[in-house]
Each structure stands twice: as C-alpha cells, then as structure tokens.
C-alpha cells in the first residue's frame, strides 16, 4: 500500500502578521525580511526531500515561502481552495479594541460549535470546507504523489487538519501555528497520522536574531 507523507506548512511573516492585522483571503501581502528568511531556513532544512509536487493557496505568500523548491523545477500547482478563510469587512484593518472583542467572541462561537457563523461578509468555518473538499480530494487522489509540500495559512490549515483528522470543527483551535510551521502527517490507508506537530526546529538556528523582529 502506498503511503502519502504531507508536508502542510503555513506561510513565513507578513508585515501584516507582525502588526497584528487580520489578512484573510482579500489581502494578498508578500513576505516581509523575516519571513523571507524563514522560509530560506525551512528550504535549507527539507531540500533534500523528493517532493513530487508542491500545492500552494492563490496567494503570493505562500508561493514566495516555497520559491526554493519552485526554483529547483519542483510541479507546483496553485488552488485557491486552499486560500485562508475570508475575514469579510474586517480584512486589512486596524484592530480597535471592539473589534478584537467581536473577533474573539466570533472564535468563541466555534468552539461552542456554531460553526456556520461568520464575520460579516466573510466566511464561516463550513464554507472553507466547501471549498476545501473538493480540493483535498484533488490532491488525495493523485496516487503517483507520495511525498507533497502543501504551503497554506493558519485558520484555514486548523480546518484543513479537522477534515484530515476527523475532528469537529469546534475543536480546530486545538491545532496551533506559527509563521513557516510544519505539521507532517502520514497517510496510510484512509488514516493520517501526525509526525510533526506546529514545528519549528528548522528555523532555531538558521532565521537570525535580526529576522526575529
């Protein structure tokens, strides 16, 4: 039986990740000098790895995390399906204090398990799975791809990892991440295991203090 390793990554720093401001899928930042340096550290680290095919979202920076791997001819495809959840109204904005207390009591209702609620003019959790099953099934089903670099972002990898996983939605802030974080999951059969869970140890030694704003 053939086992799929998944290597799903989260895209390196923004300045908008730095500043605190909520990107979404409307705002297509690049990466900033620290992100472009993480995302050195962790090609440094996993460049010997035969990818066969490396999957990024529609937004350039998670293209530009992965460039290192792009550039040694690696086949890359871009889904948007796999673009973070829709922030609506609030994407690019300067976080007031009421703001932040309507974006958390909004993560409050998840994990109460209202699901289908979301921001206003953005997505709800069960949205993202819309579009990200047909997606997942993509990938999944290419049987000749048994080591995949999937480069996306946080709130919709933590969904991505429930489907993975057969967990509720209601419980995917269980699933942490950092900026270039990996979590490798191993596939055998219809069950994933993790391997690797929110690391980080390629960029201890390798993004250096001046990158660590």
């Known amino acids: 039986m053939t086992t799929k390793k998944i290597y799903l990554i989260r895209h390196g720093q923004t300045d908008f990740n730095l500043k605190g401001i909520v990107q979404g899928s409307g705002v297509d930042s690049s990466l900033n000098d620290r992100g472009r340096a993480q995302a050195e550290a962790f090609y440094e680290t996993y460049k010997n790895i035969a ?66 609620e979301r921001i206003e003019g953005g997505e709800s959790p069960e949205d993202v799975t819309k579009r990200q099953d047909p997606t997942l099934t993509h ?59 929110n690391d980080t140890t390629h960029l201890k030694n390798r993004v250096t203090e001046a990158a660590e704003v």
Not at 58 to 71: D, N, Y
Not at 148 to 164: F, N, P, Q, Y
Not at 176 to 182: A, Y
Request: glycine share 6%; hydrophobic share 35%; proline share 3%.
């Open 51 to 116: 990818f066969d095919k490396i999957y990024t979202s529609a937004l350039r920076r998670t293209r530009e995390s992965v460039i290192g791997f792009i550039e040694k001819g690696i086949p890359t495809e871009c889904l948007s399906g796999l673009n973070e959840i829709s922030w609506g109204t609030k994407e690019g904005q300067p976080i007031t204090p009421e703001e932040d207390a309507y974006y958390h009591w909004m993560l409050d209702q998840w994990r109460l398990g209202n699901t289908h």
């Open 139 to 197: 990938i999944l089903n290419q049987s000749n791809e048994e080591n995949v670099l999937i480069c996306m972002h946080g709130r919709a990898i933590r969904i991505l990892l429930c489907r993975l996983l057969n967990y509720p939605l209601k419980s995917m802030d269980m699933f942490e991440h950092e900026n270039l974080c990996l979590y490798l999951l191993e596939q055998s059969g219809a069950c994933f295991t993790v391997r690797k869970y």
